[in-house]
């Protein structure tokens, strides 16, 4: 178990759902700029065969594939990007194994096939509900809900979004927003998890802009910092 909130020099990074869209962009990233990556799948071989493909793209054999369960042993911090419906499920199943560590939600509550409109669960935001399903042992961040997957996959791409971090533990926010520029992006401090309801929210918008201006991936900016 891990208890240290991590430093980028040592972070050992599990992407839960690291097979999909997001979650194989941001583990791309991350293995690009020289972290350790452990990809988590429900299917073994889909894991080493998405681990496998990142480490011939970079030149280096630094990340790995597996099941969610053992992506999850030893890591720094444990990244879930899969699907609203398999949020909570995902979670549960590793639940023992993530005692101590900071695990980022990167999901947004999208209900098919309405996903350009907003739609909140009820209590307001589904990573708050992970929070309270996980409990206090796990300190759960929100991030990324409004990166989109489509440039993730080229690192010399500079994506035109921020990334609002939020969470009830200000060092494991602080940890999230240097996991944000590991994968070159820049995280802001955006409150409490309650204030993830506001993320979580701006992914329908955002879809439904890229649907309107036919774009691929509409993002938002924070204006007025230094
Ligand atoms: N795509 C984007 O542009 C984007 C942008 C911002 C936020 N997000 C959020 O990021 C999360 C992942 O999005 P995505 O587009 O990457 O999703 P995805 O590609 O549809 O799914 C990601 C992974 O989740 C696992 N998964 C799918 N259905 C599952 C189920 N029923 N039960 C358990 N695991 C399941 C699969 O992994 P295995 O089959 O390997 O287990 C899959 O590869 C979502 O919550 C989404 O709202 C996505």
Redesign the pocket.
Known sequence: MTDAVPTPATMCIAVL?G?????SGLAFRWAAAGHQVRIG???EA??AAAAAGINQRIGRQTVTGGTNAAAVEGADIVVL???????M??AMSVKEKLSGKILVD???P?QPPKVSQVQLPAGGSCVVALQAALGSEVKVVSA???????HLPDEAYTIDCDVLVCGDDKAAREAVIRLVEAAGLRGIHAGLLVNSAASEAL?SVLIFINRTYKVASAGIRITGLQ
């Open positions: 759902g097979t999909g869209a997001e979650g799948s429900r299917d889909k894991a990007t899969v699907p609203y419906a398999a949020q499920q995902t990167v999901t947004a999208l990324f809900q409004n990166v989109g997957a489509h992914t």
